[in-house]
C-alpha cells in the first residue's frame, strides 16, 4: 500500500463517514499533509513575525500605538520585524497603509525594509514631518553604523541625515525637520594600546570595559560613553557637554518647532537633599555608596535651549520611579509633567514635607521654570488637546483605582473640569489594533471609531495554520505559604489526560493577552518548542492580589515567597495529574535567577535540572563586581560583621552544597561570565554537574538568531536530555552531549556517594 499510515487511518475515517475519497494524493498534499502535523520549534519562534515596538516587547501597551497616523491622518505606517536565521540578522519592514481604502482592500505598501546584524534594531524611532510624505526614522543596515535617516513616500528617497562617526542611539527632530538633537557612542580615546604596555590604573571602570581593555580613567563606566549632539539642517553637528551621565535609552524628546529638547540623565553628583525623598524605590537608589566619579542609578530631567546651547535642569530633583510623562504647550511655553517630585527648597513646613511623599502634574514654565501645581492625584499625562486646551489624565497605578480625569486652565489656574467623549475620542479617523491571546496568534485590525466597519489588515503569521501548538490555558493555584498565583499553562500538542508529563517552570511573569511563543522574553525561555518536545511548561506570573508582591520586594522574603510559588505549583499540577514530579526544570532570568537559585538551596522538593540565566543571584562575587544595596536588602545586611551571618545563611552562593540538580548557566556580554563564575566554579569544586555558555557579544534581552538558537534550543535540548534522557541526533551537537553525558554521569556519582554517607 502506497500510503502512509496516517494518511489510511485519514481515507478509512472519511470512508465510515460516507464521504468520496481519492485513493492517492498529489505529492503537494503529502506535503500539506506533513506541514500540518509538524510541531513547533524554537526556528518558528525566532522566524515569528512580529510588531516591531521595543515599549511592546517590554510589556507595554500597544493600544493607541500600533499605527502612525501622518499629521493629516491620511495615512498610517506599521514596523514589522523578524529574525533571519539562515542571514543571522533581524529583518525589518515599513509598511504604508491608506486610511481611505482600508475597509476596501486593506493591502499595504512596503516602502522599506532593512536588516539589522547587530543588537540593534534596523528601523525604529519613526516620525513623520508635517509635510506627510517625509519620515524619519533611526536605521541601521548589515556592517554598518546606525544614523538617523529620511525617506520620501513619494519619490521612495532614502537620505542619511547624520553622519556620525560612531553608532547613534536615540534622536528626535521637530516638525519641519530643521533641528536634530541625537545621543552617539562616544569615540574611542585610542589609548588602549599604551595601557597595554603601561599597567592600567583602576579607578572607576566597569568590568566589561577592562576586559575590552577600552580602559583609561577618563573612560570610567559604560553609561559614559555616550555623547549629545545638536544638529541644524545643512549644518555640521555641535556637541552639547554635560556633566552627568546621557543614556541612550532613555527619554528624548524635541519640541515641535526644535526651540526645546527634554532629556533624562544618569545624576553623577545627588543633591543630598534628595535624601528626603520617600519614594521607596527611588530613595535606596539616593543613598547607596558609589565610588567617587561613576554614575548613580537616580535620574532627572535636562533641558536643552537649541538656541543659546544651555543645557541645564528642568527642575532640581529625581525623576520618580513610576508615572513619569510630560506633553509640551503649541507654543513651547510650557510642558506639563506628571510623576514629578517639586524641589525641597521652601520655607513652610507642610509643603516640605507633602514634597518629600508625593507626586504631582504640574506646568512648568519656560524659560522660568516656575511651577504651577495640577494635581496630586496620582495620574500620568494621557492627552494635552492643543486645540480645546484640556489636559487629560489617565490612573497612574494599576493597583489602585483611579478615574480619568480632565483638566482645564482657567485663568492663572488649573481647574478639573468633566470628562467628556469629545475630551476622551481619538484624533484619528480609524482605530487600528493588534489582537492576540494565549491561543491566538497577533493579526492587525482596523475598525471606525463607531465599530459600524471592521477589516483584517494583516495576519503576522499565516504560516502559523499549519503547525501545531499545544493548547495554552490561564491557571491560578496556591503558594506553599497561602498566598494565590497566577500563570500560563503550556500543554504539549496531542495532549492525552491521565499521562503524566515532565515538567518546565519558567519564571518571570506571565500574560493572558500575549501570544508568547518563548514567554515573556527571548532569552532562555522556550515555552512552545518545550511543549512540542512533550513537556509541560508552567509559565509563573505573579500573585492573585498583584499589590502583594511589591510588599516583600527587595526584601529577605522575596525569594522565600517565590519559592513558595514555585512548590505550590508543583503539587497543583501534580494533584491534576499532569505531571511527573521527580521529572521538574526550572528557568530563571534575570531577577529570577535569584529565585529559582534560592529554591535550588532550600527547597526540599525535587528538581532535576534548571537553567540560570544572566541574571542577578544575590551572590558575594557579584555584590563585589557590582555592588548595589539589593544585594544587601535581599541578605539582611552587609557580607561582614554581624549581618555576616545572614549572608551565609541566604545567599544562596554560600549553600551550593545542598543543589542536587543539573546546573546550566547562560551569561551574556562582554565580562558578564563573572557573573557565574561563582556557581560555576564553586559547583565544579564540589563535583557537582555544571554547564556554562557564554554569549560575549550577547545582550540582556537576547536578539541575533544565532545567539537566541544557542540560548532557547539549548534549553530544549538541556530539558530533553535531563527530564527525558532523550538526544538530538544532529551531528553538530555531539561534543555537546558528549558533554553531558560527563554531567549526568557525575550526577549519578554523587547521588550514589550520598547514599553510602546516608547509610
Known amino acids: ?195 597595554r604596555t603601561s599597567g592600567i590604573v583602576i579607578t572607576t571602570q566597569n568590568p566589561s570595559d577592562l576586559f575590552a581593555c577600552d580602559c583609561s580613567p577618563a573612560r570610567e563606566s559604560r553609561p559614559a560613553a555616550e555623547e549629545l549632539f545638536l544638529q541644524r539642517r545643512g549644518r555640521i553637528s555641535s556637541r552639547i557637554s554635560s556633566a552627568d551621565f546621557v543614556a541612550g535609552s532613555e527619554t528624548l524628546n524635541v519640541s515641535r518647532t526644535g526651540r526645546y529638547a527634554l532629556l533624562s540623565v544618569y545624576v553623577r553628583d545627588i543633591d543630598p537633599s534628595w535624601a528626603e525623598y520617600r519614594d521607596r524605590f527611588l530613595h535606596p537608589l539616593i543613598v547607596e555608596p558609589r565610588r567617587p566619579g561613576t554614575r548613580s542609578n537616580v535620574r532627572r530631567f535636562m533641558l536643552l535651549d537649541t538656541r543659546t546651547l544651555e543645557f541645564t535642569p528642568l527642575l532640581n530633583t529625581p525623576i520618580s520611579s513610576s508615572g513619569s510623562r510630560f506633553a509640551w504647550a503649541r507654543d513651547e511655553g ?253 528557568i530563571g532570568f534575570s531577577r529570577t535567577v535569584f529565585y529559582v537559585a534560592y529554591t535550588l538551596t532550600r527547597s526540599k522538593y525535587q528538581f532535576t535540572a534548571v537553567t540560570l540565566a544572566d541574571g542577578f543571584d544575590a551572590g558575594y562575587m557579584n555584590y563585589l563586581l557590582w555592588p548595589t544595596t539589593d544585594y544587601v536588602r535581599v541578605n539582611g545586611g552587609p557580607p561582614n560583621g554581624s549581618s555576616l551571618p545572614s549572608w551565609l545563611k541566604n545567599s544562596p552562593g554560600f549553600n551550593l552544597d545542598k543543589v542536587g540538580a543539573a546546573v546550566r548557566l547562560e551569561y551574556y556580554g562582554p565580562a558578564m561570565f563573572l557573573g557565574g563564575w561563582q556557581w560555576f566554579s564553586g559547583l565544579s569544586l564540589l563535583e557537582k554537574p555544571v554547564d556554562f555558555v557564554w554569549l560575549p557579544d550577547g545582550t540582556h534581552l537576547l536578539v541575533k538568531p544565532s545567539e537566541r538558537l544557542t540560548s532557547q534550543q539549548g534549553n530544549v535540548d538541556w530539558f530533553s536530555f535531563w527530564l527525558k534522557q532523550e538526544e538530538d541526533s544532529a551531528p553538530a551537537k555531539r561534543e555537546q552531549y558528549k558533554r553531558w553525558d560527563g554531567l549526568r554521569a557525575l550526577l549519578h556519582s554523587g547521588a550514589s556517594n550520598q547514599a553510602l554517607t546516608d547509610d
Not at 98 to 120: A, D, E, G, W
Not at 139 to 164: A, M
Request: charge should be neutral; glycine fraction near 8%.
Open 334 to 586: 510650557s510642558l506639563v509633567l506628571s510623576g514629578a517630585y517639586l524641589p525641597l527648597a521652601v520655607a513652610d513646613r507642610g509643603e516640605r514635607e507633602a514634597r518629600q511623599t508625593r507626586k504631582f502634574v504640574v506646568e512648568i514654565k519656560l524659560p522660568s521654570r516656575e511651577i504651577e501645581k495640577i494635581t496630586d492625584a496620582e495620574l500620568k499625562v494621557a492627552k494635552w488637546d492643543q486645540v480645546t486646551g484640556k489636559l487629560l489624565l489617565e490612573p497612574g497605578n494599576a493597583r489602585v483605582y483611579s478615574p480619568t480625569q480632565a483638566y482645564e486652565k482657567i485663568g492663572a489656574a488649573w481647574r478639573q473640569v468633566p470628562v467628556t467623549e469629545v475630551t476622551t475620542q481619538t484624533e484619528n479617523p480609524v482605530d487600528v489594533t493588534l489582537e492576540e491571546d494565549i491561543n491566538t496568534p497577533p493579526r492587525i485590525f482596523a475598525s471606525d471609531p463607531k465599530g459600524d466597519r471592521r477589516a483584517q489588515l494583516l495576519d503576522l503569521n499565516p504560516a502559523f495554520a499549519h503547525l501545531q501548538f499545544g493548547k495554552v490555558e490561564g491557571v491560578s493555584w496556591k503558594a506553599t505559604d497561602g498566598h494565590g498565583v497566577l500563570g500560563g499553562l503550556y500543554l504539549p500538542p496531542g495532549y492525552r489526560p491521565g499521562m503524566r508529563y515532565p515538567l518546565v517552570i519558567q519564571t518571570h511573569g506571565f500574560r493572558k493577552d500575549r501570544f508568547w511563543m518563548d514567554g515573556p522574553w527571548s532569552s532562555a525561555f522556550a515555552a512552545a518548542a518545550l511543549a512540542a518536545k512533550d513537556i509541560v511548561v508552567l509559565q509563573v506570573g505573579g500573585s492573585t492580589e498583584s499589590s502583594e508582591d511589591s510588599k516583600y520586594a527587595e526584601s529577605s522574603e522575596e525569594a522565600p515567597r517565590q519559592m513558595a510559588a514555585y512548590e505550590g505549583a508543583i503539587d497543583y499540577l501534580d494533584g491534576r495529574g499532569l505531571i511527573d514530579r521527580n521529572r521538574v526544570g526550572m
Open 1 to 195: 500500500m502506497s500510503l502512509s499510515g496516517a494518511r489510511l487511518i485519514r481515507c478509512l475515517w472519511f470512508l465510515v463517514l460516507g464521504l468520496p475519497i481519492c485513493a492517492r494524493a498529489s505529492d503537494a498534499n503529502e506535503k500539506d499533509s506533513q506541514a500540518e502535523n509538524r510541531r513547533v520549534t524554537v526556528a518558528d519562534t525566532i522566524e515569528m513575525t512580529r510588531w516591531a515596538d521595543r515599549d511592546y516587547f517590554l510589556g507595554g501597551e500597544s493600544r493607541g500605538r500600533i499605527g502612525l497616523f501622518s499629521p493629516d491622518r491620511a495615512q498610517f505606517l506599521v514596523v514589522l520585524q523578524k529574525g533571519n536565521i539562515a542571514r543571522n540578522t533581524v529583518d525589518y519592514s515599513l509598511l504604508l497603509f491608506r486610511t481611505k481604502s482600508l475597509f476596501q482592500s486593506p493591502k499595504p505598501q512596503v516602502l522599506l525594509k532593512m536588516s539589522s546584524s547587530s543588537n540593534r534594531d534596523a528601523i525604529s524611532h519613526i516620525k513623520w514631518l508635517e509635510d506627510n510624505r517625509t519620515v524619519v526614522f533611526l536605521g541601521e543596515r548589515p556592517g554598518e553604523k546606525p544614523q538617523v535617516y529620511s525617506f520620501n513616500i513619494w519619490t521612495r528617497l532614502l537620505k542619511k541625515l547624520t553622519n556620525s562617526p560612531t553608532p547613534v542611539l536615540a534622536y528626535d527632530i521637530s516638525d519641519d525637520g530643521e533641528v536634530i538633537v541625537y545621543e552617539a557612542d562616544a569615540k574611542s580615546n585610542g589609548q588602549e594600546a599604551k595601557t
